[in-house]
């Protein structure tokens, strides 16, 4: 059994900051990619950023320059960094990681249950 479990979601005022972090648990043998994705109130889940087991990053283009993913393989553990945030960043934030469960040796994707993240204007 695999969970991803996050935190750091909240309330900011816009120009604020925040940082979420997600961590892997369970039987694991292996953590590929993970990402972040958001899901704002009446709109579909889109990608907000991804890396990858080696530290690739790409950024969908309204976080580039305010964003930053980053990852501890040790940890087993994604984070997301949010600066300059504004209300459009509003939405609940998903964390998704490709793990290989020791359990089956077979890749799948797995979700975290969502963090708010609530920016006033």
């Known amino acids: 059994q695999v969970q991803l479990v996050e935190s750091g979601g909240g309330l900011v005022q816009a120009g604020g900051s925040l940082s979420l972090s997600c961590a892997a648990s369970?039987?694991?043998?292996?953590?590929?990619?993970m990402g972040w994705y958001r899901q704002a109130p009446g709109k579909q889940r889109e990608l907000v950023a991804t890396?990858?087991?080696?530290?690739?990053?790409s950024y969908t283009d309204s976080v580039k320059g305010r964003f930053t993913i980053s990852r501890d393989n040790a940890k087993n553990t994604v984070y997301l960094r949010m600066n300059s945030l504004n209300p459009e960043d509003t939405a609940v934030y998903y964390c998704?990681?490709?793990?290989?469960?020791?359990?089956?040796?077979?890749?799948?994707?797995?979700w975290g249950q969502g963090t708010q993240v609530t920016v006033s204007s």
């Open positions: 998704k990681a490709g793990v290989v469960p020791t359990t089956t040796l077979t890749f799948r994707d797995y």
């Open positions: 369970g039987s694991i043998f292996r953590i590929h990619a």
């Open positions: 890396i990858t087991s080696s530290g690739s990053t």
